[in-house]
């Protein structure tokens, strides 16, 4: 029986797209450990031979099924006359092909609770109207700011106008900056955006994070880290996209009727650099506080050393925490012990052991029963679902 031929619509991505490129290695990583697909690209770079050039040339290629990215209608109409199994890894409102995608609501409220840690009271977002993920974020966003903001400030940036356009915008995009209160937390819908603010703070002279912090989407390393300041970003979990989809279409290949079934990916979390690291709160005690959590969180220490380091009784702590934070102590403790746990969980080949030890809970047990309590599942259920190890060539 020859193997299945599955093609990847991956004409047109470049170095910057950080999701599409970790999506295909999310697809990649699935074929090599649960089939034997061999694949077609479309385009040249990847291959001479297993090579296709538009859809219509699949089924005399012998293909099984594709995995593609778009919206365009008329490509969409020239996939769908394939009669091939088809997943998408787009957001495509009223397809009716099985869809993988992101949880474009929940990267925007990460996004507004990392700026929220911070101690920020004024909020706003770049982004556009027209594309659903950038809607989607800008939702998620603004709701989770407006918990204590009055007021979600917004810039909207269309990108599809041509000639002088771009200047029109930067100028404009830097009148926006000048007039929005500061300090400030703006989150850009992607990296590319993020940069774009970084860019307007840069000629105006607004310092970067203490003025206008900034915060992008993607992890896009190329862009994050290229930057002074670096810039902090939201880090989707591209390869488990990828690895969905190809799960699905191994599905349909198999021959099982999936319908307009869409599975929704959560991201990973934000990856902070210069752009955010800063404690924007009018209050030097409680900054001394937050910033003694952040220093000292892989080890043990109680809320009375946190309170000697701000420098205030325990009892006004306490109360500057839950008028300023809307926390207590012990829960802002816990839920950036368990980030740290989740990061390394993903990025790491850590044991269990080995994370408690290493974020503050000491003991693996107690770290297990903490993580199940607040995030419904065991850490390594938790783990199984987010972490994909890539083979590195």
């Known amino acids: 029986m020859n193997a299945p031929l599955v093609a990847l619509d991956i004409a047109g991505t470049s170095f910057t797209e950080t999701y599409r490129i970790g999506v295909f290695h999310g697809i990649i990583?699935?074929?090599?450990?649960?089939?034997?697909?061999?694949?077609?690209?479309?385009?040249?770079?990847?291959?001479?031979?297993?090579?296709?050039?538009?859809?219509?040339?699949?089924?005399?290629?012998?293909?099984?099924?594709?995995?593609?990215?778009?919206?365009?209608?008329?490509?969409l109409e020239a996939i769908r006359e394939t009669g091939l199994p088809a997943v998408s890894i787009t957001n495509n409102p009223g397809g009716s092909a099985p869809t993988v995608i992101t949880d474009d609501e929940e990267i925007g409220r990460i996004g507004g609770k990392h700026l929220l840690e911070r101690g920020f009271v004024n909020f706003a977002f770049v982004g556009s109207t027209k594309e659903p993920w950038e809607v989607q974020r800008h939702r998620g966003f603004e709701s989770a700011v407006m918990e204590r903001a009055t007021t979600c400030y917004f810039f909207r940036d269309e990108k599809d106008a041509e000639g002088d356009q771009d200047a029109v915008t930067a100028r404009e995009l830097e009148e926006w900056i000048k007039s929005l209160p500061k300090p400030i937390g703006i989150m850009g819908a992607d990296d590319g955006r993020a940069l774009h603010v970084l860019e307007a703070c840069h000629d105006l002279g607004v310092s970067v994070p203490q003025d206008?912090?900034?915060?992008?989407v993607d992890n896009n390393v190329v862009v994050c880290e290229s930057l002074l300041p670096s810039l902090s970003s939201v880090a989707q979990n591209n390869a488990r996209v990828g690895?969905?989809?190809?799960?699905?279409?191994?599905?349909?290949?198999?021959?099982?009727q999936l319908g307009p079934v869409q599975i929704v990916v959560p991201p990973r979390e934000v990856i902070t650099r210069?752009?955010?690291d800063i404690i924007a709160i009018d209050d030097d005690a409680l900054a001394r506080a937050l910033s003694f959590?952040?220093?000292?969180?892989?080890?043990?220490?109680?809320v009375d050393q946190i309170a000697r380091a701000a420098g205030v009784s325990r009892s006004l702590l306490e109360k500057k925490f839950r008028t300023s934070?809307?926390?207590?102590?012990?829960?802002?403790?816990?839920?950036?012990?368990?980030?740290?746990?989740?990061r390394l969980m993903v990025e790491t080949p850590m044991m269990l052991k080995e994370i408690a030890e290493a974020t503050?809970?000491?003991?693996?047990?107690?770290?297990?029963?903490?993580?199940?309590?607040?995030?419904?599942?065991?850490?390594?259920?938790w783990r199984s679902r987010h972490r994909i190890d890539i083979p590195r060539e």
């Open 325 to 342: 934070l809307d926390s207590t102590i012990t829960d802002l403790v816990r839920d950036q012990r368990l980030k740290a746990a989740m």
């Open 243 to 256: 690895w969905e989809a190809a799960a699905l279409l191994d599905r349909a290949i198999q021959g099982e």
């Open 360 to 381: 503050g809970f000491r003991r693996a047990t107690y770290f297990c029963s903490v993580f199940h309590r607040e995030m419904g599942e065991s850490p390594r259920q």
């Open 212 to 216: 206008v912090a900034i915060l992008g």
């Open 29 to 75: 990583d699935y074929a090599r450990k649960n089939t034997t697909w061999k694949l077609l690209y479309n385009v040249r770079t990847f291959s001479l031979v297993h090579r296709y050039k538009s859809y219509d040339e699949l089924i005399g290629l012998g293909a099984s099924g594709i995995i593609f990215s778009t919206r365009d209608p008329g490509r």
């Open 293 to 302: 959590i952040r220093e000292n969180l892989a080890d043990s220490f109680s």
């Open 274 to 276: 210069m752009s955010t």
